[in-house]
């Protein structure tokens, strides 16, 4: 008889999930608590969805677990992405690495998934929101229990996210259900996701973009940096190189301590280079105001916000401005200080931190906890840096979940304990 595999949410993992397992004979069915599945790939990569990146490694995630984590992307990495959406027909098309649709168009990525799995016969319950998992005896059925509905199968891949972007599903339910079964989780914080800050005077510099090198420091220590496009919002920084990094800064806010960034808005100059720069510009000082000295380097907004905090009239003659308040401009554009008090909530985070550690399961991604249940995706306790990196995972996850849940060949659990 057909094994019986339930798929608990219909995203990204979840779908591979379904596919994999429908491949190797089961009888599938997703459980989906939106009124669609795949909801969330439809915003992913700004609607171009970047769904994978040739440069696959460790140093592009973060989990409590590497040697796990490293296994698992062996066995389903880049190069399988490619040839499992070749396969079910999707054209594709790479960008320094990054992996698009040819078309660029999210909505692609999740059409030739829906094709597949109506091609493969795959039962889809929409609307079908789990409240409760309730596991057998090892080898025995498991019942997942959705409102007045019970559902029994003999494995189930739980796949419905994490907590980040609640209104496309991941509203924090997976993290849920895995506490019932014995799991003990990472506590959960919202990543790639925009910082708050409490300088007073963000609304005036508010709009600007810039490239920037944005280092985190925490008790004196530098502990992450990065380099992209930085966005400056009335509230706090957005931008790539600050989604970077949100994770690491949430953490350290999470134990109540407040964290300092310092951005370099010149970062290929060099010690040397730039002090060579400064005495260039003393040329400039005859017959000039310190706004029209400082014209020139930063956009304008910033330098005057950077000429009002070290003391300087923009209209007074550079001549006579002191050389100390001079000084300190130039050390505020490559060491502009801000305090991060806060995150945006989950609802703008593009994932989210923590959840079920790959400890607590087998290399298949089985629950040590529970026979039969396995999980993949968001809500376990990997994320990785903006660049595909997490749809990479949710890929592999998928795969690895399904493939085991469907043959009932994993790895035995006891060799899993070390046993």
């Not at 590497?66 to 098309?93: A, H, N, P």
């Not at 550690?357 to 990785?384: K, Y």
Request: proline share 3%; aromatic share 8%; hydrophobic share 35%.
């Amino acid at each position: 008889m057909k094994r019986k595999v339930g798929i608990i949410g219909g995203g990204a993992a979840g779908m591979m999930a379904a596919i994999t397992a429908a491949r190797q004979g089961a009888e599938v069915t997703v459980l989906e608590g939106n009124d669609r599945v795949g909801r969330k790939i439809l915003s992913t990569g700004n609607g171009k969805c970047n769904l994978g990146n040739r440069k696959l490694d460790l140093e592009e995630y973060y989990t409590g677990n590497s040697r796990r984590l490293e296994e698992c992307l062996k066995r389903f990495g880049t190069e399988d992405t490619v040839s499992f959406f070749q396969g079910i027909g999707l054209m594709l098309k790479e960008k320094n690495g990054y992996l698009y649709p040819a078309c660029e168009q999210a909505s692609a990525v999740l059409d030739v998934l829906r094709f597949e799995l109506s091609a493969l016969g795959i039962k889809v319950a929409n609307g079908c929101k789990v409240g409760r998992i309730l596991p057998g005896p090892e080898g025995g059925q498991i019942r997942v229990e959705s409102g007045d509905e019970t559902y029994s199968f003999d494995c189930v891949v739980v796949a419905c996210g994490g907590a980040a972007a609640p209104r496309t599903g991941s509203d924090g339910s997976g993290f849920r259900l895995a506490e019932q079964i014995g799991h003990k989780l990472v506590p959960s914080v919202p990543a790639l996701v925009q910082l708050r800050c409490s300088e007073p005077y963000l609304k005036a510099i508010s709009g600007i973009r810039a490239d920037a090198a944005v280092r985190v420091w925490d008790n004196g220590r530098c502990i992450a940096n990065e380099r992209g496009e930085l966005q400056l919002t009335d509230y706090g920084i957005s931008g790539i190189p600050v989604f970077q990094l949100s994770r690491q800064v949430n953490y350290i806010l999470r134990r109540q301590r407040e964290v300092e960034i310092t951005v370099d808005f010149l970062p290929d100059y060099g010690r040397e280079e730039y002090e060579a720069l400064q005495a260039g510009r003393k040329l400039l000082q005859n017959d000039r105001t310190v706004e029209a000295f400082f014209t020139g380097m930063l956009h304008k907004k910033l330098m005057l916000q950077f000429m009002k905090m070290a003391g300087l009239k923009p209209g007074e003659p550079v001549e006579k401005a002191d050389a100390s308040a001079l000084d300190k401009v130039y050390r505020l554009c490559r060491e502009w200080r801000v305090h991060v008090n806060g995150h945006n909530s989950y609802d703008n985070a593009q994932v989210c931190a923590g959840g079920v550690p790959l400890d607590q399961l087998t290399e298949d991604l089985e629950s040590l906890m529970a026979p039969g249940v396995f999980f993949a995706g968001e809500i376990l306790d990997v994320d990785g840096k903006c660049g595909g990196y997490n749809l990479q995972w949710a890929w592999t996850s998928g795969y690895l979940a399904g493939k085991a849940a469907a043959d009932g060949n994993q790895i035995p659990r006891c060799k899993q304990r070390g046993i």
